[in-house]
């Protein structure tokens, strides 16, 4: 598939066009801030948004959905919800984290709910244009991306380079009007490639992103994580607003007529007190500092022991901007780890 | 099976959680068809000793409150708190503040030293008598108070949030109130309104108590990196948390 290069008023009247006739959501601004929203006019996309308030996952996990509807003794209907939509505007770290959901939720058990919107979905991602006061993504080596989007999309200045990837986002790009991009072109994309590799760097590792899972062997009873928690609000702001969380809760609700209801699944997080209950209600990493542990071990060791070594933080840096005590910067941490441990 | 027999009592309150009953609209036919209602002082006139579950309103204000409490503690099998006023005494609890005599005289002037006017410390139903589950809020969600009722039939136990309203208020995509010089008490405050004053804009002032282990601490850093005193903390703290918790440590 030809690269092809697509003027900035091309580029509007193409997304015009596509929010006349589907269903689209892209980045707007939302105060001084930005976030992905139904798109009704193409005016309103900011590809040269910094970062979004949430991450882009809400569209394959929304925060409450309904997984199916009961009758007591009748049985069961699952709901899906299968219609298709185009989302604009999704930067490389989170096509990455999207693609490590992918791969979570096809393992062991494959979620439907979550694979019949994500199969729906068209995504159009865009390189990072201003990075956001706390991305570190060229730290965790997810700061360009190479798979896993119909269309990337690359500023370079009067256009952008766009690149189809897959037979959906080729049929996509067919109804713009563009011309191919020219060796010239190719050489400004990847020069903006490159400084991303570098640039998004806010905060800086002190290792290398694959040393973290060794690191982590040798650190679980570190006092690190007692010394975090201590000023931990236990508000789950941390896993609510990151790509790569997705822990839910299940819970049915049962109508007046005490025979029909639904059941409903809603995100949760490892860091709220009540997670981890399991039956009897023992709550097996009560201490706060255990769940602040739990979580940068899920990022950094269980989720790469099952997916091949990638690390489930992307270095978006929403946490460190969400976290009211400033204590969940996983950079932070894994550096403190570093010094402690790997120095010694 | 039959029906529950369900008795609804006030206390001091501005009975505006009943007045979200009453507004249950469509779903208020549904409730009184699945339960027995004998007695509510605000929609029907019978009174009844005979009930299975009571619903109190309203925090306990004066002595003989608390023997009433008791007395219909006795008699329900199960005990619901209902509003901010029942759970933690709400609004009620801002008088706990000052000198009683005080208060009397502001509010009463001379009439003050009359005994039906007699007044005790604020408290919330629990601090009274023992309470089985709490419908939180000022005024009550109507969503939650028909869940937490269904769930009682069906001899299930509701699942109330134990986490915070940052929760919520993160999965709106709200941008933080913090950051726009609000002192927003969402990350100790039990979750389950959906975020509905943060997500208007305005900061959560902790209508539904805090969440069972508030990070005091935490509170007091956060205050210090926005440049505020915990003094600021405390007077966002008073109007829900008057003694209660946290608030006066
Ligand atoms: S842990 Fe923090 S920085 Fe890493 S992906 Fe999640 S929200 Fe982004
Ligand atoms: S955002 Fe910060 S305070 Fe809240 S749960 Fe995460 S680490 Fe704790
Ligand atoms: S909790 Fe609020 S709305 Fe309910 S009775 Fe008390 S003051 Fe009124
Ligand atoms: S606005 Fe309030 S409730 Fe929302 S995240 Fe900030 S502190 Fe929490
Ligand atoms: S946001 Fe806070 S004050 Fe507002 S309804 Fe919820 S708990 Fe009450």
Redesign the pocket.
């Known amino acids: 598939m030809a690269v092809k290069k697509i003027t900035k008023a091309a580029l509007t009247e193409w997304v015009g066009e596509l929010v006349s006739k589907e269903r689209v959501f892209g980045v707007q601004s939302k105060g001084d801030k930005f976030d992905f929203g139904p798109l009704t006019s193409a005016q309103d996309l900011r590809l040269d948004y910094d970062v979004t308030l949430q991450p882009p996952k809400k569209y394959f996990l929304p925060p409450v959905e309904t997984l199916l509807t009961f009758e007591v003794s009748a049985g069961y209907e699952s709901q899906y919800s299968d219609k298709p939509f185009v989302l604009i505007g999704v930067h490389p770290y989170d096509m990455i984290a999207i693609n490590q959901i992918d791969e979570l939720f096809k393992q062991g058990y494959y979620d439907t709910h979550y694979m019949t919107r994500r199969s729906n979905a068209t995504i159009i991602t865009c390189d990072v244009v201003n990075a956001s006061e706390n991305v570190f993504a060229s730290q965790m080596k997810t700061a360009t991306v190479k798979d896993g989007f119909d269309i990337l999309l690359t500023d370079i200045g009067d256009s952008y380079i766009a690149e189809a990837a897959t037979e959906k986002g080729e049929a996509l790009l067919s109804k713009a009007e563009t011309a191919d991009a020219s060796k010239d072109d190719l050489d400004k994309r990847e020069k903006i490639q490159k400084d991303n590799e570098k640039n998004l760097s806010k905060h800086q590792l002190k290792c290398e992103v694959a040393e973290l899972p060794g690191l982590l062997e040798n650190a679980y009873n570190h006092p690190v994580w007692e010394e975090k928690a201590a000023t931990c609000f236990a508000?789950g702001?941390c896993n609510q607003v990151c790509p790569t969380c997705y822990c839910f809760n299940v819970q049915d609700d049962v109508k007046w007529d005490m025979k029909t209801g639904q059941r409903c699944r809603a995100w949760d997080g490892c860091m709220l007190d009540g997670f981890a209950m399991v039956a009897g209600g023992h709550d097996f990493r009560k201490k706060r500092a255990d769940r602040f542990r739990h979580r940068l071990y899920r990022k950094a060791k269980y989720v790469p022991e099952k997916i091949g070594g990638q690390i489930a933080c992307v270095g978006c840096g929403r946490c460190v901007s969400?976290c009211?005590p400033d204590i969940a910067n996983p950079v932070n941490v894994y550096n403190r780890l570093f010094d402690d441990i790997k120095t010694k | 099976m039959s029906k529950p027999r369900i008795a609804i009592f006030d206390f001091a309150c501005c009975e505006g959680c009943q007045l979200q009953i009453v507004n249950l609209e469509e779903e208020l036919l549904d409730l009184i068809g699945a339960v027995d209602v004998v007695e509510w002082r605000e929609a029907m006139s019978e009174q009844s000793h005979e009930y299975d579950i009571a619903i109190v309103e309203g925090s306990i204000t004066r002595p003989e409150d608390e023997d009433r409490v008791e007395i219909i503690r006795s008699r329900a099998k199960i005990l619901i708190a209902l509003g901010a006023c029942a759970t933690i005494g709400g609004v009620n609890k801002l008088k706990n503040n000052f000198d009683l005599d005080d208060v009397k005289e502001c509010v009463y002037g001379d009439d003050a030293k009359m005994p039906h006017l007699d007044t005790a410390m604020t408290k919330a139903v629990d601090e009274v008598v023992e309470v089985d589950y709490k419908v939180h809020g000022c005024p009550i969600d109507r969503k939650e108070f028909t869940y937490i009722v269904r769930c009682l039939l069906l001899g299930k136990k509701p699942e109330i949030p134990e986490w915070?309203?940052?929760v919520?208020?993160?999965a709106k995509g709200?941008?933080?109130?913090?950051?726009y010089g609000?002192v927003?008490?969402?990350?100790i405050?039990r979750a389950g309104c959906g975020?509905r004053c943060?997500s208007s804009g305005f900061?959560?002032f902790g209508c539904r108590g805090y969440v069972d282990e508030p990070n005091v601490n935490a509170a007091k850093d956060v205050i210090e990196k926005y440049g505020l005193s915990i003094e600021d903390l405390k007077g966002k703290m008073i109007l829900f948390g008057s003694t209660q918790g946290p608030t006066n440590e």
Do not use: T, Y
């Open positions: 508000c702001s969400a009211l | 915070p309203v940052c919520e208020c993160k709200n941008p933080c109130l913090w950051e609000q927003c008490l969402g990350p405050i975020a943060p900061r959560c």
